[in-house]
C-alpha cells in the first residue's frame, strides 16, 4: 500500500514538471546591429555635466558632439527628454559639415529660468543615428545653475596651516544661502559652504571622506608632498560662527598622500558688511 501511494505521488510530481516545461516558450532578443554606414553619433565623453552661470544673455553652454563616417554633411534631430523649468533652450538640430567628424550644441538658458537652484537637462539622439557599442553614449545629463553672486563682506582671513592672515571677500550667491571664498588659498580654487545668516551651523563644501569630513583639495602643492587637500569638520561644534564677534571658524585636517599634517583651525572676521 506505501508503494502504490508513492508511485502515485511521484507520478503526480513528473507530470506538474511535463506541464510546467510545457509552458516555457524559450525566447531571444537579438542583439541590435549596426551598420557599418552609421554615423554613431554620441556625445563627447570630457563634456560637462555640471554649470554655473551668472544671469543674463552669456547665460550659455557647449556640448561637443561627434560622429563616424563623415563624409558628407549631417543633420540630426535632438530629441530633449528632460527640461527643468524650461530652463534651457536648446536647438532642434545639431549639424555636422561634410567631412568634420565634430559639432556643437549651444545650450542657452531662458530668461524665465529660474535661479539659484540647480536645473536639469537631458538631451538624447534617435536609435537610427546610434551605435549603442560606443563607449560614449547617445544621450546626455547635466545641470545648470543660474548664480549673481554679490560681495557679501570684507573681513580678515587667517590661516592655522599657512600661519598667515590677509584681506579676504566673502560673497554670497543671491536668493540662496550659497558662500564663497574666491582663491582662497590658491588663485583659481574657491572654497564654498552653505549658510544660514546669522546662524551658527555652517555646512561646508566638498566630497565626505568615510568620517563625514567634507573633502576638498586647497590648490597648494607642497614642495615635498605634493598637493595638500583639507578635510572640514562639519560638526557645528568645530566649524561654526560667533554672531557676537562676527567671525567663521573652520576645523580642518590638512593631509597629502604620505599622511597628516594634523588639525588646525582658520578664521574668518567679519570688518565689513554689505548684506543683512
Not at 557599418?36 to 561637443?64: D, I, M, Q, Y
Not at 534617435?126 to 553614449?137: C, G, K, R, S, V
Request: proline share 5%; hydrophobic share 40%.
Amino acid at each position: 500500500m506505501k508503494i502504490n501511494r508513492f508511485l502515485v505521488a511521484l507520478t503526480f510530481i513528473a507530470s506538474l514538471a511535463f506541464a510546467g516545461c510545457s509552458d516555457y516558450v524559450d525566447t531571444e532578443i537579438d542583439s541590435p546591429v549596426v551598420a557599418s554606414s552609421s554615423p554613431a553619433v554620441r556625445f563627447e565623453a570630457a563634456n560637462k555635466t555640471s554649470f554655473e552661470l551668472e544671469p543674463g544673455e552669456n547665460a550659455k553652454f557647449t556640448l561637443s558632439v561627434k560622429r563616424n563616417n563623415p563624409g558628407s554633411a549631417l543633420q540630426v534631430p535632438i530629441t530633449v527628454v528632460t527640461n527643468t523649468e524650461n530652463g534651457f533652450v536648446v536647438p532642434a538640430n545639431v549639424s555636422f559639415a561634410a567631412g568634420e567628424t565634430t559639432a556643437d550644441i549651444q545650450v542657452t538658458m531662458s530668461p524665465t529660468a529660474p535661479t539659484g537652484t540647480p536645473l536639469t537637462l537631458e538631451l538624447a539622439f534617435a536609435e537610427e543615428f546610434q551605435n549603442p557599442y560606443l563607449t560614449e553614449y547617445a544621450a546626455y545629463k547635466g545641470e545648470a545653475s543660474l548664480l549673481k553672486w554679490v560681495k557679501f563682506s570684507t573681513g580678515i582671513y587667517t590661516s592655522g596651516f599657512f600661519e598667515a592672515s590677509w584681506e579676504q571677500d566673502l560673497y554670497m550667491a543671491e536668493g540662496t544661502k550659497k558662500f564663497r571664498f574666491y582663491d582662497l588659498f590658491v588663485e583659481g580654487v574657491d572654497y564654498n559652504f552653505e549658510w544660514t545668516i546669522g546662524a551658527k551651523a555652517i555646512a561646508p563644501a566638498g566630497t565626505p571622506n568615510s568620517s563625514g569630513y567634507m573633502v576638498q583639495e586647497s590648490g597648494y602643492v607642497h614642495s615635498s608632498y605634493g598637493m595638500v587637500s583639507t578635510s572640514t569638520d562639519p560638526d557645528p561644534t568645530y566649524t561654526y560662527y560667533n554672531s557676537t564677534t562676527k567671525t567663521f571658524s573652520f576645523d580642518r585636517q590638512w593631509t597629502v598622500a604620505a599622511g597628516s599634517f594634523g588639525w588646525l583651525t582658520d578664521t574668518y572676521e567679519i570688518t565689513e558688511q554689505f548684506v543683512d
